[in-house]
């Protein structure tokens, strides 16, 4: 599974932005879809999931009520609209994508290459 990531840039706090990850190769097998968040001198931290064989849903209380995350029915894409932005959320977001031969299975992961989302104050 090969992922791309659009969608970072400069945004003004309090502003709103919308990323989104585009999916190819064998996206049938993609089970959970999610967006992680690395900050300078900080560990990459998942804000966001959605497990494609039920729609459950995951938010990181410090995106939780902020942030949508969303993808197509193809599996093909996947979104992440964020607003009420803060300079805390500055970060470089990558796009992940856990994937398995039955519903669950999380036996191969791969990741996009990420997109720099910078919030002026």
């Known amino acids: 599974v090969q992922l791309v990531e659009t969608g970072g840039g400069l945004v003004q706090a309090g502003g709103s932005l919308r990323l989104s990850c585009v999916a190819s190769?064998?996206?049938?097998?993609?089970?959970?879809m999610g967006w992680y968040r690395q900050a300078p001198g900080k560990q990459r931290d998942l804000i966001a999931a959605i497990a494609t064989y039920n729609s459950s849903t995951f938010y990181h209380d410090s995106v939780k009520g902020r942030a949508t995350i969303s993808r197509d029915n193809a599996k093909t894409t996947l979104y992440l609209e964020m607003n009420d932005l803060k300079s805390e959320d500055t970060a470089v977001y990558y796009c992940n994508v856990k994937a398995g031969p039955y519903p669950g299975s999380f036996l191969y992961e791969y990741w996009g290459q990420g997109t720099q989302v910078t919030v002026s104050r």
């Open positions: 190769g064998s996206t049938d097998s993609i089970n959970v």
